[in-house]
């Protein structure tokens, strides 16, 4: 472990040519027959997207989004990892370390950051201020060097309960996170919980596999139906990245339109929309993520937890709970929405139980607001205890 070392990101305009270049050579299949997006992502809205963003699209007013908030990297765990590290403007601000996922990064975070640091900006209490710690999970975008040791989420955990305590030094702390960050938050409940004042989630560490209660109620049932067809229609992601996950990172790495389209497909199934998902998620903020994506080669290697997850135990190991205090804003179009009768039996100290309006798996993109606001009224009560 070594001291920080602040970090600027800038991609190279060969790289930058490169890409475009790619672009400008993309081979398309046909359109398979029926609807729009019925098998997989939409022709039309993919031809658009390339063109876009080979000739609209600016890397450079993105890569100055990320730049103005600081960053560093520290060798820790064997490899360099990314963080932004953002100071709350308040009297007392708690730590939180913010947790992205899968097919995310920190670029999910540039709006929802200051809404947390900031909060007398938009209309809060500066009391209620917090200092941001977003890490690039370990094997995504900036905390990816080819050939570097793969991650599964206990190994994440431990990871940032490491940074979190022994480089910024901070003895407790909150964490937040959806997808893989709700489960590496998780995971730092059971495996650290001495360090922990709370976690907040937008997606709960429930395994699907286990069976249905023997009486379910109404609710139970419905979940229960929604797991079936979750599992039919929508895991084949997960078999390929969780068994075979070197095999799809060639043709992702190679093809700026494949990885675009594999990316696209998941903002248009996971997020709360009336049809066109761009408008809950900015065609600049979209490309923004797929473009780190690209720019540092981390597809094969962001795939790691899906392997680790399909050939080790579930992250909470069976017969544990996580018992620090849990905060959960239940966005309505999450990939899976468990009722609160079955989260209690793995979360045992819910504090907080939010049902958001509107919203889906990329909560801090498509409401950044609604969840700022969720994550510090959790964070209040618990202040004194860090």
Same mark, same amino acid.
């Given at each position: 472990?070594?001291?920080?070392?602040?970090?600027?990101?800038?991609?190279?305009?060969?790289?930058?040519?490169?890409?475009?270049?790619?672009?400008?050579?993309?081979?398309?299949?046909?359109?398979?027959? @029926?609807?729009?997006?019925?098998?997989?992502?939409?022709?039309?809205?993919?031809?658009?997207?390339?063109? $876009?963003?080979?000739?609209?699209?600016?890397?450079?007013?993105?890569?100055?989004?990320?730049?103005?908030? /600081?960053?560093?990297?520290?060798?820790?765990?064997?490899?360099?990892?990314?963080?932004?590290?953002?100071?709350?403007?308040?009297?007392?601000?708690?730590?939180?370390?913010?947790?992205?996922?899968?097919?995310?990064?920190?670029?999910?975070?540039?709006?929802?950051?200051?809404?947390?640091?900031?909060?007398?900006?938009?209309?809060?209490? +500066?009391? *209620?201020?917090?200092?941001?710690? %977003?890490?690039?999970?370990?094997?995504?975008?900036?905390?990816?060097?080819?050939?570097?040791?793969?991650?599964?989420?206990?190994?994440?955990?431990?990871?940032?309960?490491?940074?979190?305590?022994?480089?910024?030094?901070?003895?407790?702390? +909150?964490?937040?996170?959806?997808?893989?960050?709700?489960?590496?938050?998780?995971?730092?409940?059971?495996?650290?919980?001495?360090?922990?004042?709370? !976690?907040?989630?937008?997606?709960?560490?429930?395994?699907?596999?286990?069976?249905?209660?023997?009486?379910?109620?109404?609710?139970?049932?419905? $979940?229960?139906?929604?797991?079936?067809?979750?599992?039919?229609?929508?895991?084949? $992601?997960?078999?390929?990245?969780?068994?075979?996950?070197?095999?799809?990172?060639?043709?992702?790495?190679?093809?700026?339109?494949?990885?675009?389209?594999?990316?696209?497909?998941?903002?248009? !199934?996971?997020? *709360?929309?009336?049809?066109?998902?761009?408008?809950?998620?900015?065609?600049?903020?979209?490309?923004?993520?797929?473009?780190? $994506?690209?720019?540092?080669?981390?597809?094969?290697?962001?795939?790691?937890?899906?392997?680790?997850?399909?050939?080790?135990?579930? /992250?909470?190991? @069976?017969?544990?709970?996580?018992?620090?205090?849990?905060?959960?804003? +239940?966005?309505?179009?999450?990939?899976?929405? /468990?009722?609160?009768?079955?989260?209690?039996?793995?979360?045992?100290?819910?504090?907080?139980?939010?049902?958001?309006?509107?919203?889906?798996?990329? %909560?801090?993109?498509?409401?950044?607001?609604?969840?700022?606001? @969720?994550?510090?009224?959790?964070?209040?009560?618990?202040?004194?205890?860090?």
């Amino acid at each position: 472990m070594s001291d920080p070392k602040p970090f600027t990101l800038h991609v190279s305009e060969n790289d930058i040519a490169d890409l475009r270049t790619r672009l400008a050579q993309t081979r398309f299949p046909d359109q398979a027959p @029926d609807a729009p997006w019925a098998y997989g992502t939409d022709l039309g809205y993919l031809r658009g997207l390339v063109d $876009y963003w080979r000739n609209t699209f600016d890397w450079r007013v993105q890569e100055a989004r990320l730049n103005a908030f /600081p960053q560093f990297k520290v060798k820790l765990h064997g490899i360099d990892l990314h963080y932004l590290h953002v100071p709350g403007k308040g009297p007392d601000p708690k730590p939180l370390l913010l947790l992205h996922g899968w097919p995310g990064s920190v670029f999910e975070f540039m709006e929802i950051i200051p809404r947390l640091t900031d909060p007398t900006r938009f209309g809060g209490d +500066a009391k *209620d201020a917090v200092t941001v710690i %977003a890490p690039s999970l370990p094997g995504y975008g900036l905390s990816f060097q080819p050939n570097q040791k793969r991650f599964g989420i206990a190994d994440m955990a431990d990871c940032f309960a490491d940074l979190m305590t022994k480089v910024l030094g901070y003895p407790k702390f +909150a964490a937040q996170g959806g997808d893989w960050g709700a489960f590496t938050s998780s995971a730092l409940g059971v495996r650290h919980a001495d360090k922990l004042a709370g !976690i907040h989630l937008n997606m709960l560490s429930i395994n699907p596999s286990h069976p249905p209660p023997a009486h379910p109620t109404p609710e139970e049932q419905l $979940y229960a139906e929604q797991i079936a067809h979750w599992a039919k229609e929508d895991t084949g $992601y997960i078999q390929i990245q969780g068994t075979r996950p070197q095999t799809l990172a060639y043709g992702l790495t190679d093809s700026p339109a494949g990885l675009g389209a594999w990316i696209a497909e998941k903002f248009h !199934i996971w997020t *709360d929309h009336a049809g066109d998902f761009e408008t809950v998620v900015h065609r600049d903020h979209l490309l923004a993520n797929i473009s780190l $994506y690209w720019f540092t080669g981390a597809i094969g290697s962001s795939f790691w937890p899906y392997y680790d997850r399909l050939h080790a135990p579930w /992250p909470i190991p @069976d017969g544990r709970t996580v018992d620090v205090p849990t905060g959960y804003a +239940a966005f309505p179009k999450e990939i899976r929405r /468990p009722p609160r009768s079955i989260a209690e039996k793995i979360y045992t100290d819910i504090r907080q139980w939010t049902v958001m309006e509107k919203g889906g798996h990329f %909560a801090a993109m498509e409401q950044p607001a609604a969840l700022a606001t @969720d994550v510090l009224n959790f964070l209040a009560p618990l202040r004194p205890s860090f």
